[in-house]
């Protein structure tokens, strides 16, 4: 019989419902539970498209002997980590202290009935292997300690509640801003960059945008060595097998140093900041490379991730079949059978097929090898057609691909998620002349306007016709900022109330407007054990750091000195944390950036036609400390962003409170 997961919209509950374990979604039912029979909490925190958290079910969750020692023993609870990242990050920061190492999913808790935990980890089996204990072993332990030495496990709770209070930061009133922790960011960078492969750890490595972010960004202001490291990591990362070569679309990360084997899953919230990335790449550099591959994600993401009611799913899984990877990856035979002996002659050699398997010693996940001029040369052909050739073989081995069975899609739609990838449409389209990509952007909006904001709030997540969950920093943050983006690629009225909107109800539900900062959850959110409020990056940027340079930004576009105001204030709550170790806070070092010099605004303003080509120059010659609307006549534009009308375009430049004199050629933008 199913569980009480069966009625739940959360794909990877969903994927628990049938499990023998008498599993609980959170909520008041189970924790109830808990505190009326005495019993320790079993909570599960996982997601669809967890390679690992689908072994551990088939391995415990699935076993009958296992579910009826969990039943037994304990209250369980399963969590979607997407739908409840406040849970998540609560947890997680309790598995590092309880086990003194970094967490990740599955992630397995124990909880006394008031929600503290007091033992955790991640993936654990069945019996004894991987140098984990059995499962059914270690809850007999867990449990005897509940009942048997219950004053130890509430002294450590006590412990663990003031250790995870005491990681929130406190605000340094006296700290005086300055520009060494850009520097010294640039420097620690430096020393963990690897010079032959890229990216800045050993295996596994992660693609870590917020850190590429910063770079382009020092770049952008004369940093050679900032520019040498993000573009040789770019550069490496979309060669390797992290990227799908046949269909688009970066998976989570790479299990080698090589960039070439990934963990195959593919989420949505990667996919964007890196489709921003690979457009500033490209206007930097002019390498067809970055813009193929900002090209790459947004094929894969029309094709397979937009949902029919609108917006962006939110991943891919990393199985099929049972087998990770298994989608992805070829044998030669099956590369063989599927080309021409010319096709294949070139796409071999371009793609790998002829070095060793690169996966699990029997099969090629495809990365590109060779440059394909070099096998043009080595074959005897030209380039164009070496190029031709290659086209048509990646067109007939995704085509062969396609008639395979696929991995699992969790098909929800998050409102985070979808704003950082309609932020990396919305920048690409601009960055690349892409209207066609701004109007995806755009839809997207809309739809989540439409869907998932009632009553002046916002809602976290969307399947199926139903919008739920209380949104989160994230969520605020996140829209906010894509919605700056759109405005730059395409100013919309609609869009800029919807701004002045979403932030002025990020001041009211998330701002602890005495020590500065954001809150990860609103002010009237279900009381947790604690209350975050995150400021490093993770895989995605700190909500804190987004929402400071959302509302700075925007403070600066509209004149609006309480968002200017609120976003000082999260940056000194931050500041000694900053100072200490500023790679862990990319997104806040943009904030200080900006903080210490304000972004150059620039204001277009007349006819449509007229504008739409001075945009479509400027596009990859703006950096990002440039902040630009083209506002076509006719607009019902804010009291600062209202311009005279006129019948030929002109240019207000402004940098902080120093403006220049209109201007009213192109050539004369100083870019």
């Not at 520097?183 to 295996?203: I, N």
């Not at 970055?290 to 029919?308: N, P, Q, Y």
């Not at 945009?615 to 600062?640: E, H, I, S």
Request: hydrophobic share 45%; proline share 7%; charged share 20%.
């Amino acid at each position: 019989m199913p569980n009480r997961l069966a009625t739940e919209p959360s794909p990877y509950l969903l994927q628990h419902a049938d499990n023998p374990v008498d599993w609980y979604p959170w909520g008041a039912e189970a924790l109830e539970k808990a505190r009326r029979e005495d019993k320790p909490i079993l909570l599960s925190i996982g997601y669809s498209a967890c390679h690992w958290c689908h072994v551990m079910a088939h391995d415990c969750f699935e076993d009958a002997e296992v579910a009826a020692a969990m039943n037994r023993l304990f209250v369980n609870i399963k969590v979607d980590r997407e739908e409840r990242p406040d849970l998540d990050q609560i947890y997680q920061a309790a598995h590092q202290l309880l086990a003194q190492r970094g967490g990740g999913w599955p992630l397995t808790v124990f909880l006394t009935p008031d929600q503290t935990p007091f033992f955790a980890g991640t993936y654990f089996p069945k019996t004894p292997r991987y140098q984990l204990p059995g499962f059914i072993d270690l809850m007999e332990n867990v449990a005897r300690a509940w009942h048997e030495r219950r004053g130890e496990v509430l002294a450590q709770n006590e412990a663990v509640r003031g250790a995870l209070t005491q990681q929130q930061p406190e605000a340094d009133r006296q700290a005086v801003l300055g520009d060494a922790p850009l520097a010294e960011a640039v420097r620690d960078l430096g020393a963990a960059f690897d010079p032959v492969w890229g990216g800045f750890s050993r295996a596994p490595k992660f693609p870590r945008p917020g850190e590429l972010f910063f770079l382009l960004r020092q770049a952008q202001g004369g940093n050679a060595q900032a520019r040498e490291m993000a573009l040789f990591s770019l550069r490496k990362m979309a060669a390797g097998g992290v990227v799908d070569q046949l269909g688009g679309g970066f998976c989570r990360y790479s299990v080698d140093e090589q960039w070439a084997i990934p963990h195959f899953e593919k989420m949505l919230y990667d996919n964007g900041p890196l489709l921003h990335l690979y457009a500033d790449a490209w206007a930097m550099s002019g390498e067809t490379l970055f813009a193929e591959t900002a090209e790459g994600i947004v094929d894969w993401l029309l094709r397979e991730m937009r949902a029919s009611e609108g917006g962006f799913y939110s991943a891919l899984d990393a199985d099929s079949e049972g087998h990770e990877g298994r989608f992805y990856v070829w044998t030669p035979d099956e590369v063989r059978a599927v080309l021409s002996a010319e096709e294949y002659a070139v796409a071999a050699p371009v793609y790998g097929f002829d070095l060793p398997p690169n996966f699990e010693n029997t099969h090629w996940n495809p990365i590109l090898a060779r440059p394909l001029n070099d096998v043009a040369a080595e074959l005897g052909l030209t380039e164009s057609v070496a190029s031709a050739r290659l086209k048509s073989a990646r067109q007939m081995l995704f085509a062969a691909r396609e008639t395979r069975v696929r991995p699992g899609r969790d098909d929800k739609q998050l409102t985070s998620w979808n704003a950082l990838m309609i932020g990396g449409l919305a920048h690409a389209g601009r960055v690349m002349n892409r209207p066609d990509w701004i109007a995806e952007a755009q839809a997207a909006v809309d739809f989540l306007r439409r869907n998932l904001w009632r009553d002046v709030r916002l809602l976290a997540s969307f399947k199926r016709g139903e919008a739920r969950l209380n949104a989160y920093l994230d969520d605020y943050a996140f829209l906010l900022d894509a919605l700056l983006e759109t405005l730059q690629a395409g100013y919309r009225e609609p869009d800029m109330a919807w701004a002045q909107a979403l932030a002025d109800a990020l001041l009211t539900h998330f701002e602890d407007t005495q020590a500065g900062g954001f809150f990860f959850t609103s002010h009237d959110h279900e009381a947790l054990i604690i209350r975050p409020k995150p400021g490093y990056d993770n895989a995605t940027p700190s909500g804190n750091g987004v929402a400071a340079l959302a509302l700075q930004r925007l403070g600066h576009l509209l004149g609006e000195p309480r968002y200017l105001d609120a976003s000082a204030r999260c940056l000194r709550l931050f500041h000694a944390q900053l100072t200490e170790q500023p790679i862990a806070y990319p997104t806040l070092l943009a904030v200080l950036d900006e903080a210490l010099a304000p972004p150059r605004v620039i204001l277009l303003r007349g006819p449509a036609d007229a504008l739409s080509e001075w945009m479509t120059a400027l596009g990859p010659k703006l950096g990002a400390r440039d902040l630009v609307l083209a506002l076509r006549n006719g607009l019902d534009l804010p009291a600062a962003l209202a311009k005279p009308e006129s019948d030929r375009p002109m240019a207000w430049i402004c940098s902080g409170t120093a403006c220049q004199p209109p201007i009213g050629e192109l050539s004369a933008l100083p870019v």
